[in-house]
């Protein structure tokens, strides 16, 4: 009896030291794609909004989704919006690809952003709706699929472009980040604590999905994106753009 209890710890303490292994092992790795991300950043063009004028050309700029509350974008959105909007006046790109979340019937990320960008008088035939940017991968493989983007601007936050680019990267794209951080965020934390997740998710993404060929209807970047809009926003009239001066949350 003594024997089997004996038995029954060792096995019980072997059992323990090989799941300590494991989650070691599996800690170990997850930090090490986080500190690859961040280390093969240092080699892709990147440029605080100070520094746009010193940004060569490229077709068009992607912007990433992000939260809004009810009609308005939030801060980290608003600042992409601007970033993106700042290249456009400055001829750094021709065309604007906004990317977000359009999957629930009572939320919808991309409404928001369009009415920021008509209301700043960006041409309709310039603006590229993408109304399935679930996460950073789809957005990105629907702009090089769908949109035939070749060479982009990424316009989101510091936190966020080392997995945007490194997707753009190994999807053959010429990529230049552009870092729209512009304050203090609430969320600076947790966002980045999101985000060590994330890339984890992203290198899987990256490495064990096949990219699709096609994904339905294409529209080149190269023609108008007015095709590319739902019915509802393309009836939106010039006194219906929201509020945007004011800080968001």
């Known amino acids: 009896m003594i024997q089997k ?3 029954y710890i060792q096995t019980i303490k072997k059992t323990i030291i090989f799941v300590i292994k494991v989650v070691m092992v599996v800690v170990i ?9 961040e280390l093969n950043y240092f080699s892709i063009p990147s440029h605080t909004i100070k520094e746009i004028d010193k940004m060569k050309p490229k077709t068009a700029a992607i912007v990433l989704g992000a939260a809004v509350y009810g009609n308005k974008p939030s801060a ?3 600042d992409r919006l601007k970033g993106a909007l700042l290249l456009y006046k400055k001829k750094k790109i021709k065309k604007i690809i906004l990317s977000g979340d359009n999957g629930k019937k009572y939320y919808n990320e991309l409404t928001p952003m369009l009415k920021y960008m008509l209301k700043n008088k960006v041409r309709k035939e310039d603006i590229f709706i993408d109304y399935e940017g679930f996460r950073t991968y789809d957005s990105i493989v629907r702009a090089k699929v769908i949109f035939q983007v070749n060479d982009v601007v990424i316009v989101t936050q510091r936190f ?7 997707i753009a990267e190994k999807l053959e794209m010429d990529v230049v980040c552009l870092e729209t951080d512009m304050r203090t965020y609430r969320d600076d934390l ?11 998710l992203a290198w899987m993404d ?10 339905g209807e294409v529209y080149s970047i190269k023609g108008s994106g007015e095709g ?18 004011r800080e968001d949350p």
């Not at 990256?206 to 994904?215: A, G, L, T």
């Open 206 to 215: 990256v490495y064990f999905m096949e990219v699709p060929k096609s994904m």
């Open 5 to 7: 209890i004996i038995e």
């Open 190 to 200: 947790k966002n980045r604590f999101r985000e060590y997740f994330a890339r984890n």
């Open 76 to 78: 980290i959105l608003l």
């Open 228 to 245: 590319t809009w739902k019915e509802r926003d393309l009836i939106i009239h010039e006194n219906d753009f929201g509020v945007f001066d």
């Open 29 to 37: 790795f997850s930090m090490s794609v986080d500190l690859y991300f």
């Open 160 to 166: 966020h472009q080392p997995r945007a680019a490194f």
